[in-house]
């Protein structure tokens, strides 16, 4: 009887958990996907679980890329049903038919899983993201680029769910350069029958490197609103595109010129000054020369000022180039620009050389050259300082006479032959008057003239024989200010003052004339000196200028005339004895 009362309850307990045991699911959103898509496996548990499924199963064949988990209470006529969902989406590692082992959950095991993977779409197909909520399409303009020649690099999201917080990475690789092309367009097309939303984005892609090149697949993560499953708002989700594999093509072996330089299209251009008036000595002229571009960036332009060549009487400044690039959707185009201050130190012609520029077409697969042809500037002796205050020039008359028409006419109501006697004396008798008004006030004008004149002689006798003209202390002490402020260019204007004040006769047109005076004694730094305020002047590549150590200089300087007289020359004798 014992036996049988401990057999029956053996029976009945054993029967408790099968009476309520729970159901445990595993299953794929699809059972077929293509490498680099993500795929979302649910487990569901119909109780409460009180701890987690053991995804290890799942490593060898997959990429965890996100987990969720939630739990629901339904209660239906009285009675109470829980279950619990995990949610976890999976990057198949390979292709094939995946089978999944059971995964096991508490006192739970689910049943065992395919997935079939097929390869990465190639986005090109007659098939190409058929049937699919969500794709990348990726294409290259070429897959034969020469080195550092531009690659268009397209990829485009095709989607026909709802994406948020969405993420997608640049096409990167060992030994490549890229920069995106402008914003991203927005568009709608059908593929396969169904409409998708399409979002394009391009870069320009630049290997440095020759030979074999793989871009890895773009990856796109995202949350995909998906109205198939009420739990499927807002599931995470992740796609890759496809791998793009390069050729790239080495530097021909026949190319000859120093700086490779690949691009689509290369033009050379010059500008010069627009104003009509000739080129003169000491008179700085802007030279500028630009490189434009397609399918390079700025960065890869050769610089065009060492193909000019230095010219004898010419002393050249350039500027620092200025770079550019322009993106559109076509590509880059690249403009370099370089500005070159062109001094001449001599009058006469000027042969320009030819500038020449060897580039690849990659177009057509040929060496090209771009050119600026040569020419010829023609350069002015300077003007001399005189001539700016030059009088106007006198006005021709007939002969240095002035001639009176005179007629006789009747005037109504006097008696005939006595009013034209009597008009014309008057008349002969107000001209007389001034005339003889005219010859006093100039006889007036020329005693005051001689003794101005002779007063100015006298001055110049008793001055001493260094004192400087009117107005040259007053230059030194605004060169000095300027020096102190390290002003160069206001510096440089003073100078020239200064040198046409103190040596008229000298015709000082730029400052490098003050160099070589036979009248100046200077220290044996002055020419550098000048030479460095120049290049300050116009080069905005010269290292800063020292004003104070250019002062120390100048004031140094001795001059051997006086009164703005070169030395070697006698003074001019005055017209009038003293």
Known sequence: MVIRLITFAWLFLAALPLATAATFTASFDRTT???????????????????????????????????????????????????TVVQVTLMPRHEGMLSIKPIQWDAYVSQPLKLNVQPEDQGNGPDSGSNRDLFLDVTVTTQRPYVQAQVIYTV???????????????????????????????????????RYAVTERR?????QQSGKLKIPPLRLDASVSNNRFAFAQGQPTRINSKTIELDVQPIPAHWQASAWLAAESVSLSEIWPT?????????????????????????????????????????????????????????????????????????????????????????????????????????????????????????????????????????????PGTTAENHYADNNRLWMLLALFFAVAWLLTLLIWWQQHRKHHTAQALAPENEPQPGIGKLKKEIERACKANDASHCMRLL???????????????????????????????????????????????????????????????????????????????????
Not at 60 to 76: A, G, L, Q, Y
Not at 536 to 547: M, Q
Not at 553 to 573: I, M, V, W, Y
Request: negative net charge.
């Open 33 to 83: 996907t293509h490498i680099g898509e993500s795929v979302l496996l649910t487990l569901q548990l119909d109780t409460s679980a009180d701890g987690e499924p053991d995804l290890t199963p799942l490593n060898t064949d997959f990429e965890i890329i996100n987990r969720n988990k939630s739990s629901n209470i339904n209660i239906i006529n009285g009675s109470m049903q829980r279950n």
């Open 156 to 194: 485009r999201l095709f989607r026909a769910v709802n994406l948020t917080q969405a993420q997608l990475s640049e096409p990167t690789a060992d030994h490549l350069v890229a920069q995106r092309l402008g914003e991203d367009s927005n568009y709608e097309t059908t593929r396969h029958g169904r």
């Open 203 to 207: 870069y320009a892609l630049f290997p």
């Open 275 to 415: 104003q009509s008036a000739p080129f003169r000595v000491g008179e700085a002229i802007t030279r500028t020369l630009q490189i434009t571009a397609q399918g390079v960036t700025a960065a890869q332009l050769p610089p065009l000022l060492e193909k000019t060549a230095t010219l004898p009487g010419l002393k050249r400044y350039p500027d620092q180039p200025v770079l550019k690039d322009e993106t559109h959707k076509e590509g880059i185009t690249a403009t370099r620009q370089e500005k070159i201050a062109i001094i001449p130190m001599q009058a006469g012609d000027f042969r320009l050389p030819a500038i020449q520029l060897s580039w690849w077409n990659t177009k057509t697969g040929q060496a090209e050259t771009a050119n600026i042809t040569a020419h010829t500037i023609h350069v002015l002796a300077a003007e001399a300082s005189q001539n700016s205050g030059k009088a106007p020039s006198t006005a021709l008359h007939n002969g240095g006479r002035s001639e009176i028409a005179t007629t006789s006419t009747t005037t109504p109501g006097t008696a």
């Open 496 to 578: 020239l003052q200064w040198g046409q004040n103190r040596f008229p006769d000298a015709a000082i047109t730029h400052i490098q004339r003050l160099a070589a005076l036979p009248a100046l004694t200077a220290a044996p730094e002055w020419p550098q000196q000048l030479t460095q305020l120049e290049h300050a002047c116009f080069s905005s590549s010269a290292p800063e200028w020292d004003g104070d150590v250019f002062w120390q200089c100048f004031s140094t300087l001795k001059t051997e005339a006086a009164n703005g007289k070169l030395a070697g020359r006698a003074p001019l004798q005055p017209l009038y004895p003293i």
